[in-house]
C-alpha cells in the first residue's frame, strides 16, 4: 500500500518518504490469519500495545487524561486493512468454487461413459455364458464342445491303439515269418527315450504273443532249441524260434539300455538315465539296472579295500576302554568315519535317484541296504571283534558308543528325507532303516548273549575289586580272635603266602587266558601292582601284593565304585536291548549285585564281626577290643546305598512284569534282613561284652576302697573318684564314642544300645553298693563314685525318663553320707538336708561335697523305693550299731 498514509502510535500521519502526522500503523497479510495459533484476543491486544509508547508504559499513571484517539486510528487502520483482505479472499474463493463445479461436471461424464461400457461388457459376457449354458443353444453351445472333445479324445486313443496293433502285427509278421526284429531295432535306434520305452514295450507283447502263438518254441529244451530257419517238408514254409529271437532282441535292448544308463551317470544326465531306467522297469522290473546302480557305486568300490583297514587306536587308548572309572569314550575312528561318509552319501545320493529312476524309493532302499549289510556291518565286526580280544568291557563300550552313533545317522536321514527331501522321509523308508539297524544288531543281543557279557564283566570287576579283602576273611577261623590282632596276623601271614593267593587269583578268574589289556585293569582294580604287564604268565614274574590292614575293612567308595559300575550296565542295557527283555536283564543285574555286595563283602564283614564280639564278649584278661564297631558304619552306610539303588533305579525298571518285580523285592528283602539280623547278633554281643567287662571291673573293686584308714584320707580325698570308677568311666566314654560315630545318623539304634548297656549298668552298680563296707571317708569316695557314674550317663542324652532313674542311684549314695534322721525324712518323702547333715567332713573340718546329696527341692526319690530295698546298703555302713542307726533300721 504504497503512497497511503500509516498510521502511528499517537495518531499523527505523516506521508511514505517523510515524517507524518501520525505514528506507522500495523501492517498484517493473509497468513496471519491462516495460521494454526492465531487467536482473536492475542491479536487485538496486539494492536493495543503497539499503540502504546514503550516510555508511557513502563511509567506510572499518566498525569493527564486518558487519550483515545491514537487506539481509534489504529482499529480504523486495521477495520480498513482487513476488509481489504476480505475482498482479496472472497474473489479467491469465487475462483476457486468455479473450478471445482467445472472439476465435477467433467467426472460426471466420465462415470456415466465408463458405466455404459461396463453394461455392454456384462451384457456381452451374459449372452456368451447363455450360448455356453445352453442346452439348445446356438451351434457352438458349450455342452456340444466337450462332448465333441471328447469322442476326438476317443477316436485318437482308437487310432493309437490301430496303429500299435497294426505295428505289432508287423513286427509279429517280421518275426515269424522272416525270424527279424528289423522295426523294433529301427525304433530301438530313433535316439528317442519315448522310441526305446515303445520298443521294449512291443518286445514284451510279442513274447507274450509267442507263448500264445507259437508254444512249440517255449517248450524246447535248451538243445533243441536251434531250430531257426528250418523248412516244413510239407507246406515248403520255414520254422523260426520266435522265443528266442524275442528275447535275444530283449537281451540286446537291456544290455544296450543298461550301457546307456551308465554313461548317462557318468555325464549326469539325469533324464536320459530315467529314461533307461523306465525302458528297464518294463523288462525284469527294474532289478538289472538298479543292481548296476548299486553295485557299480563308486561308494562300494572305494570301501572294499578301506574297510578292512587296520583298527584305530593305540593301547593307551584300549586300556582307557577297558578301565572302568573312566569316561565313556568314542566310536572307533574308522567306524566314524565309515557313518560319516554314509551320512553323505545317502543323502546325495538320493537326490540323484530321485531324478534317475521312476520309482525312486524302491531304488534308495536297495541302496541304503547294501550301505548296512556290507560296508557297516563289515567294518562293525572288525571293531567288535578287536574290542573283545581286549576286554569284556571295552566291547560293550564301543557295542554301545556304535549303536548310539548309528541310531543317530538313522535319525539324520529320516529328518533329511532323502527322496521325500525336504520333507521327511516316508513311512516305508523310515521303517526300511529301522529294519536295517535292527538286523545289523541281532547278533549281538540274540537270546541272552548281551546280558552274558554284562554279568561276565562286572563279575570280573567285583572279583577284582573284592580280592583283597575275601583273602583278608578267608583264613578266619585259624586267627587269634581279637579283631586287630586278627588282621595283623592275617596281614603277615597272607604276605608271607602272596604268590599262593595270587596264584589262586589268576586261577579263578581264568587271567592267563585274558589280553594283556584286560589282565593289566583287572589287577589294578584288584590294587595289585604288576611288575610286568606284557607278561600273561604269572608263575614267571608274579605281581606284587600288598596287603594292609585296611584291606580287610568295609570301603565305601568301593561300594560306590560297584553301584557306579551297576549303573553304567543298566544304562547301557536300556539304550541297547531294552523292550521285553529288560525286566529279566535288571533281576539278573540285581541277584548280581546282592551276591557280590551282599553276601560276598556286606555279610563277610558282619561274619568276622561277630566273630571279633564274640571274642569280645569272652574277654578275661584284658579289656574287649570294640574297634569293630566303627565298621559298622561302613556297613550300615553301604546297605543304605544299595537299598536306595535297589528301590529307585533297579525295581522300578522290572515294574512290566510284576513276577519279576516281586521276586526282585522278596529277594532285597531278604538280604536285608539278613544283613540286620547280622547287626542285631553283633549289637546284642556288643552289649554282653560291654557288661561283662564292667561286671569284671566292678568286681576287682578293692575293699579299703570305701574304708580308707584316717591316715589315709588326705590321699583318699584327693582323689577324684576310685581306681574301679576311673577305669569304668574310660572304657564307658569311649565305647559310647565309637558307637555316636558308628551310628552317626542317632535314632532308635543308638539310643536303644546305650539305652540298654545304661540300665544294665546301673543294676550292676545298685547290687554293687550291697558288697562293701563303708566309713565315713569311704561314704565320700562312694558318692564321688555314684556321682561320675550318674554325670557319664546322663551324658549319654537317653531321655528323661531313663534319667529319672538315676535318682534312685543317687540317692542310694546318700544312704551312706546322711544321718538317721535326715534319712527318715528322705524315706517319708520329705524335702533333702543340707550337707551339714552328712555323716562325713573332709579336711580341716569343712563339709564334703556330693553331688545329688545336698538341697533337693522336691520329693526323694528313696519315698518310692521298697523300705526293704534299702536295709543292705545301711548295714554296710560303718555306723549302723549306733543307736540312731538302730532305730532306722528297726523302722523298715
Avoid at 531 to 547: F, G, V
Avoid at 780 to 785: H, P
Wanted: charged residues 25%; aromatic residues 6%.
Amino acid at each position: 500500500m504504497a503512497g497511503n498514509p500509516y498510521i502511528s502510535a499517537n495518531g499523527d500521519t505523516m506521508e511514505q518518504g517523510g515524517r507524518s502526522l501520525y505514528g506507522k500503523g500495523p501492517m498484517f497479510t493473509l497468513n496471519n490469519f491462516s495460521s494454526k495459533d492465531f487467536i482473536v484476543k492475542d491479536f487485538i491486544e496486539s494492536l493495543t500495545d503497539e499503540a502504546q509508547p514503550p516510555s508511557r508504559r513502563s511509567q506510572g499513571p499518566a498525569p493527564n487524561a486518558f487519550d483515545a484517539k491514537p487506539l481509534i486510528r489504529a482499529f480504523e487502520q486495521a477495520s480498513k486493512r482487513l476488509n481489504e483482505l476480505s475482498e482479496e479472499l472472497e474473489v479467491k474463493e469465487t475462483e476457486l468454487s468455479g473450478a471445482v463445479k467445472r472439476a465435477e461436471a467433467q467426472h460426471a461424464s466420465n462415470v456415466e461413459t465408463l458405466g455404459r461400457k461396463l453394461n455392454r461388457t456384462v451384457d456381452s459376457f451374459q449372452q456368451l455364458d447363455s450360448n455356453l449354458t445352453s442346452d439348445r443353444g446356438g451351434k457352438w453351445g458349450g455342452n456340444i464342445a466337450v462332448e465333441t472333445g471328447k469322442k476326438l479324445e476317443e477316436l485318437d486313443r482308437q487310432r493309437r491303439r490301430a496303429m500299435d496293433a497294426h505295428f505289432l502285427i508287423q513286427c509279429w509278421d517280421e518275426v515269424s515269418n522272416r525270424g527279424e526284429v528289423t522295426l523294433l531295432e529301427n525304433l530301438r535306434r530313433s535316439g528317442t527315450g519315448e522310441g526305446k520305452i515303445r520298443s521294449a514295450r512291443i518286445a514284451k507283447q510279442l513274447l507274450r504273443i509267442s507263448q500264445r502263438l507259437d508254444p512249440g518254441s517255449h517248450s524246447l529244451s535248451g538243445g533243441d532249441q536251434k531250430t531257426n530257419g528250418v523248412t516244413n517238408g510239407v507246406t515248403g514254409a520255414r520254422h523260426f524260434n520266435t522265443r528266442e529271437i524275442i528275447e535275444k532282441f530283449i537281451e540286446t535292448l537291456e544290455n544296450d539300455m543298461l550301457k546307456l544308463f551308465d554313461d548317462f551317470y557318468r555325464r549326469q544326465n539325469f533324464e536320459e538315465m530315467k529314461n533307461c531306467a523306465t525302458v528297464l522297469q518294463d523288462f525284469n522290473g527294474g532289478a538289472s539296472v538298479q543292481a548296476a546302480f548299486v553295485n557299480q557305486h563308486q561308494f562300494f568300490i572305494d570301501r572294499s579295500n578301506l574297510v578292512t583297514d587296520e583298527i584305530g587306536g593305540d593301547q593307551e587308548t584300549w586300556v582307557r576302554l577297558s578301565d572302568p572309572d573312566a569316561e565313556l569314550p568314542g566310536v572307533e575312528p574308522g567306524l566314524q568315519s565309515l557313518i560319516d561318509e554314509v551320512r553323505v552319501v545317502v543323502q546325495e545320493e538320493s537326490q540323484i535317484i530321485k531324478r534317475a529312476f521312476p520309482n525312486p524309493e524302491q531304488v534308495s532302499g536297495k541302496f541304503i541296504q547294501r550301505v548296512f549289510q556290507q560296508s557297516l556291518q563289515q567294518r562293525l565286526e572288525l571293531v567288535l571283534d578287536k574290542a573283545e580280544s581286549e576286554s569284556t568291557l571295552a566291547y560293550l563300550r564301543l557295542l554301545q558308543a556304535a549303536r548310539n552313533s548309528i541310531n543317530t545317522l538313522v535319525e539324520d536321514l529320516k529328518a533329511h528325507g532323502l527322496t521325500e527331501h525336504p520333507d521327511p522321509v516316508s513311512s516305508q523308508t523310515s521303517q526300511l532303516l529301522d529294519q536295517q539297524v535292527d538286523e545289523l544288531f541281532t547278533p549281538y543281543f540274540g537270546g541272552s548273549a548281551y546280558i552274558d557279557k554284562e554279568k561276565q564283566n562286572l563279575s570280573e570287576l567285583y572279583r577284582s575289586l573284592l580280592f583283597k579283602f575275601e583273602l583278608f576273611h578267608s583264613r578266619r577261623q585259624k586267627e587269634p580272635k581279637t579283631y586287630l590282632a586278627s588282621l595283623r596276623s592275617r596281614g603277615q601271614e597272607l604276605l608271607s603266602s602272596a604268590r599262593e593267593a595270587t596264584d589262586a587269583y589268576v586261577k579263578s578268574l581264568n587271567l592267563e587266558s585274558m589280553s594283556i589289556t584286560q589282565k593289566r585293569i583287572l589287577l589294578s582294580v584288584a590294587g595289585i601292582k604288576n611288575t610286568a604287564a606284557d607278561d600273561t604268565t604269572t608263575s614267571k614274574n608274579n605281581p606284587e601284593l600288598d596287603l594292609t590292614e585296611n584291606d580287610g575293612r568295609l570301603n565305601t567308595q568301593f561300594a560306590k565304585r560297584m553301584l557306579k559300575w551297576l549303573a553304567e550296565g543298566v544304562r547301557r542295557g536300556l539304550e541297547l536291548s531294552g523292550g521285553s527283555e529288560t525286566p529279566k536283564d535288571v533281576a539278573a543285574l540285581h541277584n548280581l549285585l546282592l551276591r557280590n555286595m551282599g553276601e560276598n563283602y556286606i555279610e563277610l564283614f558282619l561274619d568276622a564281626a561277630a566273630e571279633a564280639a564274640s571274642t569280645a564278649e569272652n574277654a578275661k584278661r584284658d579289656a574287649p577290643d570294640l574297634s569293630y564297631i566303627v565298621g559298622l558304619k561302613s556297613a550300615i552306610s553301604i546297605m543304605h546305598l544299595m537299598q536306595s539303588c535297589t528301590n529307585t533305579l533297579l525295581i522300578p525298571l522290572a515294574s512290566t512284569s510284576l513276577t519279576i518285580r516281586r521276586d526282585m523285592e522278596k529277594n532285597a528283602r531278604t538280604s536285608l534282613l539278613r544283613m540286620e539280623d547280622h547287626i542285631n547278633i553283633i549289637e546284642q554281643r556288643t552289649i554282653d561284652a560291654v557288661l561283662n567287662w564292667t561286671t569284671r571291673l566292678l568286681t576287682n573293686q578293692s575293699r579299703t576302697d570305701f574304708r580308707p584308714k584316717e591316715t589315709e584320707s588326705d590321699a583318699a580325698l584327693a582323689q577324684s573318684s576310685t581306681p574301679t570308677c576311673a577305669a569304668i568311666l574310660k572304657f564307658l566314654s569311649s565305647f559310647q564314642t565309637s558307637s555316636k560315630s558308628t551310628f552317626s545318623g542317632g535314632g532308635s539304634n543308638l539310643t536303644n544300645l546305650l539305652t540298654e548297656i545304661a540300665a544294665e549298668f546301673r543294676s550292676q552298680l545298685l547290687e554293687h553298693f550291697k558288697k562293701y563296707q563303708v566309713n565315713r571317708l569311704g561314704a565320700i569316695m562312694l558318692v564321688r563314685d555314684i556321682s561320675a557314674y550318674v554325670e557319664l550317663l546322663r551324658s549319654w542324652d537317653l531321655g528323661s525318663q531313663y534319667n529319672n532313674t538315676l535318682e534312685v542311684l543317687v540317692e542310694v549314695g546318700s544312704l551312706f553320707v546322711l544321718k538317721p534322721e535326715a534319712i527318715k525324712e528322705r524315706i517319708r518323702g520329705g524335702r533333702a538336708t543340707t550337707g551339714q547333715e552328712t555323716n562325713g567332713q573332709g579336711r580341716d573340718g569343712n563339709h564334703a561335697q556330693t553331688n545329688g546329696a545336698g538341697d533337693n527341692v522336691g520329693g526323694s526319690a528313696l519315698a518310692t523305693v521298697n523300705r526293704e530295698n534299702l536295709r543292705p546298703y545301711l548295714l554296710k555302713r560303718e555306723d549302723y550299731m549306733e543307736v540312731g542307726m538302730q532305730d532306722l533300721l528297726y523302722g523298715l
